[in-house]
């Protein structure tokens, strides 16, 4: 297949996620400008898409397969959230499963197991969930941040090292709740950093 690339002059305009992956959506020039013989003015730049940016592809693929609901799945949302616009699509809304219980205090096991060398028979591994669809409907994807909010104090020290804006960073994961683009704190630098409702 011959892949295109982005080159000197072109401008991206986007990255567009949608159900068959990611693509930069990018201007470039078709031919030089020419004084137009009449009225119609013939369109110098044609809109292409492109594989998209290394950091970008790889939060990407990880959340194709995702088995735990954790700190290094919030930030692999929040990369492809900011740096990507969606082509939303309708899909099925997406039934997370709940977390697996600890062992309970019982009558015949009062330390909940602790301590003993008999253990409780183990939980059912989650079912891995394809993020990737999740995050092309707007309402999973306000399920998977609610999801994965818990773990946004995590995530506030390796986002800042990847080297987007640290005061940003916080205002955004200090939230209780999570914005229904929080891509927009992060990059745009004229979204205010104030204590107005997000959500």
Known sequence: MNIEKIGQDDLRLSI????VGLWAKISRRQHEFVPPESDIVPNLY????????KRLHAAWQRLEVVHQWDSRTLIDVLIVLTETV?????????????EPESPKQTAAHPRAFRGTKYK????????PLNLQLALCNPKNKMIVLQKLWTHREKA?????DMGYDSARVEFLLTRPTPPSEPGLFLRHPDVPLNPMPLS
């Open 120 to 127: 409780p028979s183990k939980s059912k591994r989650p079912t």
């Open 156 to 160: 506030i020290k390796p986002l800042c």
């Open 16 to 19: 567009v996620r949608s159900a």
């Open 86 to 98: 969606a082509k939303f699509d309708s899909h099925p809304i997406l039934r997370v499963e709940p």
């Open 46 to 53: 044609q809109t292409i898409s492109i594989p998209t940016l």
